[in-house]
Structures are given as C-alpha cells and as structure tokens.
C-alpha cells in the first residue's frame, strides 16, 4: 500500500503530527510496536499528563544548538495547545510554575488526540524491520509486508523507559540516512549515593536550591534510599556530569546567621540544634549533626556560638557539596538528553537537510525540555512544523 506519510511511532509527537496530516487531506499510516498508542502520556504526572507550560522559552531547553528551538515554538504555543484542550472539553488546571494538568485523568488527552486523527491508519504491535529510500519517497517492511510513502516522520522517542519499549531507533535511522547523533544521556533523573547513605532521612522532603556550574534551580528535593530525587534534583540531573559535585543550598532566602544571632540575644540557652529545627526538618537536623562530611559541630546551645560559628554553620548549610555517584539511567529517567544533531536537520521544518522527505520531531531530537509540561510542548511544536510543511 502507498501513502502519503508514514508516521513511526505512536507517542505524544507522532499522534499529533497524523491528526494534523490527515486533516490536511493527505494518507497517513501510523505505526507503533506498542500495544496502545501515548503510553507515556497516560502514565506522565501521576496519571494526570503534565501536558505543558505557560511559560515555554527556547531558554527552558536543552541542545547543542540553543536557537534551534525557537521557530518550532514560537509557531505552535503552549496557547494553541491549550485551545485544543478546551475545544475538546477537558478541564485542566495550573499546578505550580506554569505546569499544566487535567484536572481528570490524562487518557482525556490520548482519546482527544484519536479524535483527532480519525481517518488515520493506526498499526499498533507493528514493528518496522527496513526502512529504504526510493526514487518517490520510502519503502518499509512490516510483519505484513511492505507499504511505500511519499514522506517519512520518525517519532519513536528516545531511551527513557525501556519497560515501555523505548529503544535507540530513532537513532539507527538517523544513523542510516547519515544524521549525525549527540551522545546520549538519561536526563531528569534521580541521582545516586552510596548505599544507606541517606537511609535514615529517607522520604524527607524540602525546598532547596540545586545548583551545578551551568544551572541552578529552586524547587524541592527528596531524600530516597538510594539517594536523592524530588524535581530540584530531576532539574539539575540534566546538566550534572560524573565526578561533580551537586551544591545544595537548604535555607534558600533564609537569613539564618542574622535570625540565629537574634535568638541568642533572646533566648542564649536554646540548644542550637532545636533552634536550627525551626529552620529545617528536625530529622535532617539530627543527619547533619552526625554527618561526618559536613563536620558541623552542632553541640552546646545559642550563647556558646560565636558571630564567626553561625557564618560557618550558615555557609554550610546554604553550601552542602554532594557527590552522586550516578543516576538510576534510562530505567526512570523521563527523557533522554542528546539525540539526532539538529544541524542535519531544518528548524522551520523538522526535515532532514539531506534527505527529502525525512522528519524527526519529539524527544528523538537533540532538544531536552526542563521539567514541568516543556518536553510535551516540543512534541505538539515539532510535530506542528513537521505536519505544517507535509500539508503545504
């Protein structure tokens, strides 16, 4: 059979981008190995699909080429999304931050995008063993056989969560056709510490400040046993390498030296480590105290501690350095950082600049969207322009 388009890959980018080619008028197949098409919108957000961001920037993403975000974007806004979203009557809500979510549960937005695509040929459980170039577009060989098209999009995603069935694919096409790739990396990801190593706090949770030397974010983190996670730790997982260390600031905006020289003016015989529970958790208090890297010394009460103490303790708590020793991987990481070289391929179009008739678009792409709606945001704008250009 011959179609217009063939859409591989059955996710957030690769179903908006059929229902946009089918209404166009133009023939689309769409394939998945997949047993149901946008698994990973269902499970995102708790079930509820952090589905984007008002605050959507080309500064809120990842990529060796920081502009390349930005025509894709700019064309198709978190607004127009959310357009869709009332048309189809799905309530939604802000959460925090700009984050989007339904109000009810995130298949809402899997059934609204299959109205969508009405018209389209869905194939799911319906892996792709070639992928040829023609004269007049492309050849695939299916279970079924072979189907032909004029146009090809690989939507396939990235690694993150191979028990979903995310595999390199999008790469070996790319590969293939000649596309260079940007190393990979599991990203939004929680971080990794020696075992127990923060065992007793675990579960703890709290806002802090996560900075490396190339970012730095303010939201909260969770003590895990196995190490530390919570969205200031997803966030920073992104620009954290191997070998460095992690500056958590744990009294972000607390002036804590100026308020502990207060009290000791008030009430000197307070136990410092009580006075510091007004400020912490009282279990990461008692952690720290015993925490052999720190050093803290937080015996004796208010009086005993000089001006120069309360500096030290206070420049040690807004500067606690922590080294993972690395993260949980693709196994729970959200998306994957790197992908196919965005110089190989056009920004207005999201098609390759060697191979007519070739798209990428989604998280395939060396574009890596921050935590909080932005990755879901570049699926809808990438497929947007994809769709846009196949119609035109």
């Not at 984050?99 to 995130?106: G, I, M, S």
């Not at 190989?344 to 989604?362: A, R």
């Amino acid at each position: 059979m011959r179609y217009d388009t063939i859409i591989i890959g059955a996710g957030a980018a690769g179903l908006f981008c059929a229902a946009q080619t089918v209404q166009a008028g133009r023939s689309t197949l769409l394939l998945d190995h997949a047993k149901k098409p946008g698994e990973k919108i269902r499970i995102s957000g708790g079930g509820r699909c952090n589905f984007t961001n008002m605050h959507t920037g080309p500064e809120n993403f990842l990529s060796q080429n920081k502009h390349f975000a930005k025509s894709a974007l700019k064309r198709f806004t978190p607004w127009d999304f959310i357009d869709l979203m009332d048309r189809a009557g799905i309530a939604w809500h802000e959460k925090t931050l700009g984050q989007l979510f339904c109000d009810d549960k995130a298949t809402q937005i899997v059934d609204m995008l299959l109205e969508l695509a009405k018209g389209v040929d869905l194939r799911l459980q319906t892996p792709v063993h070639t992928v040829e170039k023609t004269a007049t577009g492309f050849s695939l060989t299916l279970p079924t056989g072979r189907v032909t098209s004029r146009n090809l999009v690989i939507a396939t995603g990235g690694k993150s969560i191979p028990k979903m069935g995310a595999t390199g694919f999008a790469y070996d096409i790319a590969q293939q056709f000649g596309h260079q790739i940007v190393n990979t990396r599991a990203a939004l990801v929680p971080l990794t510490f020696p075992e127990g190593r923060f065992a007793p706090i675990s579960g703890l949770s709290l806002p802090v400040r996560a900075s490396t030397a190339r970012a730095s974010f303010d939201e909260a983190l969770l003590f895990t046993h196995r190490g530390l996670s919570g969205p200031a730790i997803l966030q920073i997982s992104s620009y954290w390498r191997e070998g460095e260390a992690i500056d958590i600031d744990l009294i972000p905006d607390t002036p804590l030296f100026e308020r502990l020289s207060a009290q000791r003016q008030i009430e000197g015989r307070r136990n410092l480590t009580t006075e510091l529970a007004r400020h912490l958790p009282a279990r990461l208090v008692d952690h720290l105290a015993t925490d052999p890297d720190l050093n803290l010394g937080l015996s004796g009460n208010l009086a005993d501690q000089s001006d120069k103490r309360l500096q030290a303790l206070e420049c040690a708590l807004k500067h606690w350095q922590l080294t993972p020793n690395g993260s949980e991987g693709y196994r729970t990481a959200e998306v994957t950082l790197g992908g196919i070289d965005t110089d190989g391929i056009d920004s207005k179009t999201m098609m390759s600049k060697s191979v007519p008739g070739l798209y990428f678009i989604g998280e395939c792409v060396d574009v890596t969207g921050w935590l909080g709606g932005f990755n879901f945001q570049w699926a809808w704008s990438s497929a947007h322009a994809a769709a846009t250009h196949i119609a035109s």
